[in-house]
């Protein structure tokens, strides 16, 4: 599945869908001149930039490079990365069953079931505050706005939003609730 993005100009959600459609929403409305349009990525709030041209205006790819061999076990999904840890942390990691690699996926999905809610929580926070940062960090009461989400004041931000434009505080509230 495509990854979907929305298009605000001037505050007001002009399309939502994936990075084609947008494409094309965005022509035909940018034909006359006004504000650039602000892209997000509904997923992470991150602002995205991409091209506009008609499908047939595009250039063409450059072939892709070949790929290198990998170390490990690509088909299972086994990602090989570095970790840098202390000699006592290699010491105790080597004496767990079954190796560091082992233990070392255990304490992640340990990590992952105790604190599932609040990386959650924490992840829609941070993904609401780049929305906000992108479609009104210059608006009245961003700061404000800040602080109540990030403190978990739901009412007071509601209370903010309710002063912005519609479509931006809906947006918002709408990457708090995901």
Do not use: C
Not at 130 to 141: K, N, P, Q, Y
Request: proline content about 10%; overall charge neutral; cysteine-free.
């Amino acid at each position: 599945m495509l990854p979907t993005l929305t298009a605000f100009v001037d505050g007001v959600r002009i399309a939502s869908g994936d990075a084609v459609q947008i494409a094309a929403a965005l022509r035909d409305r940018l034909s006359t001149p006004e504000a650039p349009p602000i892209l997000l990525s509904d997923a992470d709030g991150r602002p995205v930039d991409i091209d506009l041209r008609a499908p047939g205006e595009a250039p063409t790819a450059a072939p892709a490079p070949p790929a290198r061999p990998t170390r490990g076990r690509p088909r299972l999904g086994v990602v090989p990365r570095e970790v840098t840890l202390l000699p006592r942390h290699w010491d105790w990691l080597a004496a767990q069953p079954g190796g560091a690699s082992a233990a070392l996926r255990r304490l992640v999905d340990d990590a992952r079931k105790t604190n599932g809610d609040a990386d959650r929580l924490r992840a829609q926070r941070e993904t609401a505050y780049r929305a906000m940062s992108a479609l009104a960090g210059d608006a009245v009461g961003f700061e404000a706005a800040a602080r109540a989400l990030f403190a978990g004041d739901r009412d007071g931000l509601d209370a903010i939003l309710a002063t912005w434009p519609p479509d931006v505080a809906a947006y918002i509230r709408a990457r708090l609730d995901a």
